[in-house]
């Protein structure tokens, strides 16, 4: 049970820790990151990413994400296999505890915990993850040009992706289980009048469906949960699009959070409500969350510590 003091102690290890990490280093802030649950996060569970710039061919999210640590790492950051599962942000320094036991102690914090996808959690839905089922429309639509996909819920999310996916699928069917969307009248306009997507109401997805080795996906079961008629759709893609869950839990009730739990940030900045605290991608962001702008508020919450410890504001 080690006491571990640092200027700039970041919890999570996604590209927003990664990029706080690389930034407070290069600064000679000594700072300490500390993995979590998931090191590398969401980049971790995707397969090929075409759109982080740097790269003229697809790379692989596990193989960006090992790099990203490496140079953290390179640049100075200390880097701890932990989970935080306690903090104190009542003074400063502020404190946390980890699950190994150890304790940091911080002159600043940047929390970089991310969101999680939500899944709708059928055992074909992971076996097909990757193989045509993806939660992300921006990330995975190119790879349906010319194809035929699915999009699952009904908030802004699932119209926004099914609105994106029009530039690539030749159809796009959006599958919800009621029988109004709760998204934004503005997208539901757009959706409904474009020629390409149709939508298939009160409809949940009973299973997905595919080909094995290789894996890939070809279509879906529906259930229509008013009648109990089961109806089998064709489909190349589905994108799961039914909300993310903010890793917030550790920071309720002290980090001022929205509605959804999302971490407030002052517009413009990383700032939370509590001096000396940034926050940086997905934990607060819950509308571009892509990995490019998780480093970009990443880099600018290192900066915005930097300029705390400094004296400024
Ligand atoms: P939401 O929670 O708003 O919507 C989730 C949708 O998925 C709902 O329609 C819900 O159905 C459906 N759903 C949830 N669980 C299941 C399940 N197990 N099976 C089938 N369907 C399910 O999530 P979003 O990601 O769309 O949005 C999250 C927040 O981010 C919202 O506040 C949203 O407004 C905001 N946002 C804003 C954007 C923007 O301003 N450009 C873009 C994207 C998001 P039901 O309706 O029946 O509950």
Redesign the pocket.
Known sequence: MTEHQTKVLIIGSGAAGCTAAIYAARASLNPIMVHGLQPGGQLTITTDVENFPGFEHAVQGPWLMEQMEKQAAHVGTKIMHDTIMKVDLSKRPFTAVGESGDSYVAETLVIATGATA?W??MPTEKKFAGFGISACATCDGFFFKGKEVLV?????????EALYLTNHATKVTL????D?????KI?QQRLFAHPKISVIWDS??EEFVGTENPNSLTGARLKNIKTGAVSDIKADGAFI????TPNTELFKGVVTM???G?IVTTPGSTKTNIAGVFAAGDVQD??FRQAVTAAGTGCMAALEAERFLAGGH
Do not use: Q
Request: charged residues 25%; without cysteine; glycine residues 18%.
């Open positions: 939500r709708l959690g699952i819920g009904g908030g802004n999310s699932a119209v926004e599958i919800h289980r009621r109004s969307l709760r998204a934004e997208g949940v997805v699009a039914i909300g993310h929205d509605a959804d999302y819950k509308i």
